[in-house]
Nanobody, 126 residues
Framework: QSQVMESGGGLVQAGGTLTLSCVAS????????MGWFRQAPGKEREGVSC????????WHADSVKGRFSISEDNAKDTLYLTMSSLKFEDTAMYYC???????????????????WGQGTQVTVSS
């Protein structure tokens, strides 16, 4: 069974740091592009960051550029999102997802991604 599972969310003060993890199973992790998305209450799901299958190309939304960093460990089939200088507006449910296009070429669209996790909640207190 192919799946991804996020963890690492929680409550953090503004300005703090949090690292999310996403463990993949059931598919070749080193052959897919991976992405992080988030969805705040009443808002659409938005792409936060993505990385291509080779780990050589990454993209971050303007709203998180310079504060968030995506990375992966192929030996552990795990994707990470390190979030620093967190802001109240970063509060959302964060999801990771896998795309068999293998590419990360700008703002990722949810329709490009096949497998989704249940999400992990990040709450930033102001």
């Amino acid at each position: 069974q192919s799946q991804v599972m996020e963890s690492g969310g929680g409550l953090v003060q503004a300005g703090g740091t949090l690292t999310l993890s996403c463990v993949a199973s059931g598919f070749p992790f080193d052959r897919v592009a991976m992405g992080w998305f988030r969805q705040a209450p009443g808002k659409e799901r938005e792409g936060v960051s993505c990385i291509n299958w080779a780990g050589t190309i990454s993209w971050h939304a303007d709203s998180v550029k310079g504060r968030f960093s995506i990375s992966e460990d192929n030996a552990k089939d795990t994707l990470y999102l390190t979030m620093s200088s967190l802001k109240f507006e970063d509060t959302a449910m964060y999801y990771c997802a896998a795309s068999f296009t293998g590419t990360c070429s700008g703002s990722p669209h949810p329709s490009e991604f096949a497998y989704w996790g249940q999400g992990t909640q990040v709450t930033v207190s102001s």
